[in-house]
């Protein structure tokens, strides 16, 4: 019987331990469920920070605001941009506000400003070929202004803003000074009724008129001399004499120079061509002024008349080029 009874109180001892036991364990297992769940998140999200925004900075800046909450800066990525000045801040990654650990690398882009390209000349050139030099360079034409010019043929450019070899970005606005030929200018010539035609003809082309003869008979006017003519003429303009003579003598009606010149392909600067001309009343320059390379001049739609043998020499920046001997 004290057998018994000493049995029976050991496993009460016993089950008393075990419910111990299992009582501990659940309130481990309550707690460690807590510490998973709510206090581990709560530590690690307390421990983030937020990105600051540094787009717009300068580098030198951005690095001790991303310090200040303990972040860093990776090596940084350089890259053209034309809206930002050079060493501004152009990207960043992670993103501004967003959470990360501190000591976490941030990426940064940083701009090294616009890619500059020197500006081509177009002086010299036609307004079409202006153009596509321009826009094969990478710019665009804004406005264009327009001027007579002695020294320029219509259509061509004079001047250019900005000039040839400034650097500037691509999509630049260049303005541009064209030609519109030679102004006109109205003059009154006086009669010049029974005056030689060889004596008259020099006379007009100095001032910039080309001469055209119509012979016929008159009665009372000796051959060779101008009969009619008109007074009023605009520089540049043909003007046509009436001389005297039979309608098959052609001594003193001259001929068209047919002559063609093709400007020396070569770069893009325009080149000063001057064409002097010696026939059988005297030598004069019939043309002097600026072309673009490849421009070819026609001195049959100059109407250059010529008498007799004529010799043709051309100039290009000064230099002789060639002559040429026309019969």
């Known amino acids: 019987m004290g057998i018994y009874y000493g049995v029976n109180r050991l496993n009460k001892i016993l089950w008393g331990m075990v419910k111990v036991a299992i009582y501990c364990m659940i309130v481990m297992g309550i707690v460690g469920l807590i510490t998973v769940f709510i206090v581990i ?26 310090s200040e909450v303990g972040l860093k800066i990776e090596k940084p990525i350089i890259q053209a941009s034309s809206s930002e000045p050079k060493g501004n801040v152009i990207e960043q990654d992670p993103p501004a506000n967003s959470s990360i650990k501190p000591h976490h690398p941030v990426k940064i882009t940083v701009s090294i400003g616009a890619i500059l390209t020197p500006i081509p000349s177009v002086i010299g050139k036609s307004e079409d070929a202006a153009y596509e030099t321009l826009q094969s360079a990478g710019f665009r ?12 043929l219509p259509d061509t450019v004079i001047a250019q803003n900005p000039i040839e ?5 691509h999509g630049h606005l260049i303005n541009l000074l064209v030609s519109m030929g030679r102004k006109p200018e109205t003059i009154k010539l006086p ?16 001032i910039g008129l080309s001469v055209e003869i119509k012979n016929g008979p008159h009665p ?3 051959n060779g001399k101008i009969i009619r003519h008109d007074q009023l003429v605009q520089i540049g303009d043909l003007i046509t004499l009436e001389v005297s003579g039979k309608r098959d003598n052609t001594e003193n009606s001259g001929k068209w120079l047919t002559h063609k010149h093709t400007v020396t392909q070569e770069g893009n600067r325009a080149r000063i061509v001057k064409i002097i001309v010696a026939d059988d009343y005297r030598e ?8 673009a390379p490849g421009t ?17 020499i051309v100039f290009e ?6 002559e040429r001997q026309y019969q």
């Open 191 to 206: 009669n010049l009724k029974n005056q030689p035609i060889n004596d008259v003809i020099p006379a007009l082309e100095a």
């Open 220 to 222: 009372t006017i000796e």
């Open 41 to 66: 998140p709560q530590w690690v999200k307390s421990t983030e920070v937020l990105v600051p925004n540094i787009i717009g900075k300068r580098y030198y800046q951005a690095a001790p605001v991303l």
């Open 317 to 322: 920046n000064g230099k002789k080029l060639y």
């Open 296 to 312: 070819v001049i026609d001195l049959e739609k100059s109407r250059i008349r010529v008498f007799g043998s004529t010799l043709v």
């Open 165 to 169: 070899g400034t650097e500037k970005e």
């Open 141 to 152: 034409t804004n406005s264009i202004a327009r001027v007579h010019s002695t020294t320029y």
């Open 284 to 291: 004069r320059k019939v043309l002097e002024a600026s072309y």
